[in-house]
């Protein structure tokens, strides 16, 4: 059964950068499309950044080329390297396996997913 643990979150700075990383175990990270989805304060779970098996991106209309997410397969790593960080960025983030990459997903699609992480708390503050 596929686990999937998130790291690299904290505090940040306006413009700052961060670079979360998703490690899976119990099955090879190759055979799944991960993506991102996060969860701000009082507010509903949205798509951020998806990467099919074959290194297709999905991103999410925010992400703006502020945010790249890639993979490594022989690490069994997938990373969000966030640049350009903004307040409204604050959130917990999640990683998870996708059947297909989808970041416009209604909020309560994200939840449903079969295995996602416990989560890492990305904070921007001044």
């Known amino acids: 059964q596929l686990q999937l643990v998130e790291s690299g979150g904290g505090l940040v700075q306006p413009g700052g950068s961060l670079r979360l990383s998703c490690v899976a175990s119990?099955?090879?990270?190759?055979?799944?499309?991960i993506g991102w989805f996060r969860q701000a304060p009082g507010k509903e779970p949205e798509g951020v950044s998806c990467?099919?098996?074959?290194?297709?991106?999905v991103d999410a209309d925010f992400v703006k080329a502020r945010f790249t997410i890639a993979r490594d397969n022989a690490e069994n790593t997938v990373y969000l390297q966030m640049d350009s960080l903004k307040p409204e960025d604050t959130a917990v983030y999640y990683c998870?396996?996708?059947?297909?990459?989808?970041?416009?997903?209604?909020?309560?699609?994200?939840?449903?997913?079969?295995?996602w992480g416990q989560g890492t708390q990305v904070t921007v503050s001044s």
């Open positions: 998870a396996s996708f059947p297909a990459c989808e970041v416009h997903a209604p909020s309560g699609y994200y939840t449903l997913l079969d295995y």
């Open positions: 990467i099919e098996r074959d290194g297709s991106i």
């Open positions: 119990g099955s090879p990270l190759d055979y799944y499309t």
